[in-house]
């Protein structure tokens, strides 16, 4: 291989380090705060300009401030007074822009957090429920919340502190370079000392940073949990474990602080020693030329004061880089879920007619032909599994828990996609295979409580904003529970507390339910969305839904034998299969409930 080869090959392993390393992470994460720096462009050019006049009025009261005191030692009361009218005008004047900025920075940067957390919030909603499972909800609200702060205060100010630190720095220096260029030279000693070490520290400032809200995700997901499960805490007294707990976490929160802090202190102790001595090699310089005559005293403060704000430019531009560092950071972490896949939307218009042709075309059928899945760890939970379920027929899937009943109704609601095989719905000549567009066929009442903060009202019009007080009461008679929300003082105003405080869970059940019948949507999955209920209730419950939605198709998922003796077909899921029970199969199933 020749010289030339060997050179192409060495600036190739340069480029492919730089791809892997550090700075190229960090490049990549600037240059996503960057598009949003150029989406707000009007916003960064005023502070830019705002920074600009803010360096030009310090320049010119350090000039004016010159000449005042010139004009005091020389006893020259004419141009005492122009100058002191002049320096109370450039006062004020700042005063004025500086009000006036501040109302405009509060603004535009309400705007542009706001902006970027419900663009954050949009991703994290739409993307891939899977791959979003990995992540826990308290971290998701910290990088929703602490990281977009971070990177919102950077999109605004990181541009224009650069570049006003920039003119800063070098009309400071045009200006003591006019009247002596060897104070600049001591001012700058600190120049060489600042960028070493700003190169050193870089990772560890990374590190740290990261780490740092690494814990901060940690401890609001675990106060999140604590709080959701208060009522759980309390009942197993367990108040004193979790306070353990949580004291731990904050130790561990201190002591990476304590670290982080215990770093800051050597940089900075250095770089304050550092400035002593260049503070002292100014001022010695000054003294001197003012003692051989060469300065006035006037000029001797002008050196002090712009040797200071050049040295403190220069520092500031330094220091930007752990700002950076940390914008970058938060921006890193919130890259990582908004590049999460986003779910597949393409053929929404296709369901929204199929759905439309469904209700002339007597409802919608559902079939699953040779289903496989596995979950991304290998887990395989069903293999070669079909079946069908026609409009006006209710079939229930059972079998032990955690054999693949709630998977198989997140498939048919394309919140995971088959591996194998192939899942559609049918509506006469018309099929349509189910993705996640495929939702809006299906009205879906999960385990557990899903009612939000807000009032009854409010809960049920979720899937139907437009659903009259009259719709309401008929699918709350339907569900059997027009007669304890009538019993309510406020009715359908009653204002449910977190996760539906104030009622039972049967209530709630009920209310799920109900809310599910007012989408109108032509497929109903009830997924253990009784199992609060007694035995009356349920029946009844389950009767009328088949009365009144003549052509629903309706699947539910259960271990309760009531249950069983309504619907038209069972299906038994174990072992990763599914078969069709007959009659002494179900006898067998309602035995082993």
Known sequence: ???????????????????????????????????YSIRYKGAVMLYILLGIFSTAMGLGTGVVSKYIIDAVTGYDSSALFPAAAGYVAMMLLQVGVSAWSGRVTAKNRIMVNQEIRAEVFGKVLGADWEKLSEYHSGDLLNRLNSDVNTVATSVLGWIPTFITGVVQFFSTLALILYYD??????????????????????????????????????????????????????????MDKYSGLFRGKQDYYRDVQLDYNKFSIMTSSLMSIVGMGVTGAC????????????????????????????????????????????????????????DLPEEEQADAAEAEAFKEYA???????????????????????????????KPRETVALVGPSGEGKTTMLRILLGL?????????????????????????????VPQGNTMMSGTIRENLQLLHSDASDEEIWAALREVCADEFVSRLPEGLDTYLKEQGGGLSEGQLQRLSIARAMLCDAPVLLLDEATSALDVATEHRLLKNIMESAKNKTCIVTTHR??????????????????????EEGIRRSMMEF
């Open 1 to 35: 291989m020749g010289r030339r080869g060997k050179v192409k090959e060495y600036i190739s392993h340069v480029r492919k380090r730089l791809r892997e390393g550090l700075l190229f992470e960090v490049l990549n994460e600037m240059k996503w705060i960057g598009r």
């Open 181 to 238: 260029p060897m104070m600049a030279l001591l001012a700058l000693a600190s120049a060489p000392v600042t960028l070493a070490m700003s190169r050193v520290l870089m990772r560890k400032m990374r590190f740290h940073n990261k780490k740092m809200l690494e814990v901060n995700s940690d401890m609001m997901a675990f106060n999140e949990e604590a709080f959701q499960n208060l009522q759980y805490i309390k009942a197993f007294g367990l």
């Open 283 to 338: 001022f010695g310089w000054g003294v001197y030329r003012l003692w051989t005559g060469a300065i006035t005293y006037g000029t001797m403060t002008l050196f002090l004061q712009q040797a200071g704000n050049l040295s403190a430019a220069f520092s500031s531009l330094v220091n930007m880089v752990p700002t950076a560092v940390g914008a970058a950071t938060s921006a890193g972490r919130i890259m990582a879920v908004t």
């Open 359 to 389: 209700r002339t075309a007597g409802g919608v059928t559902i079939r699953a032909e040779n289903l496989d899945f596995w979950y991304q760890d290998g887990n395989t939970v069903l293999s070669g599994v079909s079946f069908h379920v």
């Open 416 to 444: 995971v996609g088959a591996r194998g095989g192939e899942v559609r719905a049918e509506a006469g000549e018309r099929k349509l295979v189910i993705s996640p567009a495929a939702r809006t066929l299906f009205a879906y």
């Open 561 to 582: 034998p009531s249950v069983l003796t309504m619907c038209t077909r069972v299906y038994r899921i174990e072992g990763h299969g599914m078969v069709q029970l007959d």
